[in-house]
Nanobody, 123 residues
Framework: VQLQASGGGLVQAGGSLGLSCAASGRPFSFSGMGWFRQAPGKEREFVAAINWSGRNTYYADSVKGRFTISRDNAKNTMYLQMNSLKPEDTADYYC?????????????????WGQGTLVTVSS
């Protein structure tokens, strides 16, 4: 599976930004998917995950109520809509695909990774 994340950029605090993750290779609908982020000098952390159908989602407490993960299996694409952005959301955002249909919160459960897309939130 090849994953291509896009949509990062510079936004002011309180603003919104949408990320996309386009997948190719292994049938997209067979994979649970997730978003992770890594701020400068910090470890990569879980942001959100979604199961194969999109019916089940899970969020880190830090983004719950502000971020929404979704997917369109017909387009082989996953999304992350980020609202009410804060400076502490500044990070490289990575999309990942699991080798089965479930959603996971641990990086170790994801087999495929895309490159990061940088999100910068100014105060």
């Amino acid at each position: 599976v090849q994953l291509q994340a896009s949509g990062g950029g510079l936004v002011q605090a309180g603003g919104s930004l949408g990320l996309s993750c386009a997948a190719s290779g292994r049938p997209f609908s067979f994979s649970g998917m997730g978003w992770f982020r890594q701020a400068p000098g910090k470890e990569r952390e879980f942001v959100a995950a979604i199961n194969w159908s999109g019916r089940n989602t899970y969020y880190a407490d830090s983004v719950k109520g502000r971020f929404t993960i979704s997917r369109d299996n017909a387009k082989n694409t996953m999304y992350l809509q980020m609202n009410s952005l804060k400076p502490e959301d500044t990070a490289d955002y990575y999309c990942a695909a699991a080798s089965d249909t479930f959603l996971y919160t641990s990086m170790n459960d994801y087999k495929y990774w895309g490159q990061g897309t940088l999100v910068t939130v100014s105060s």
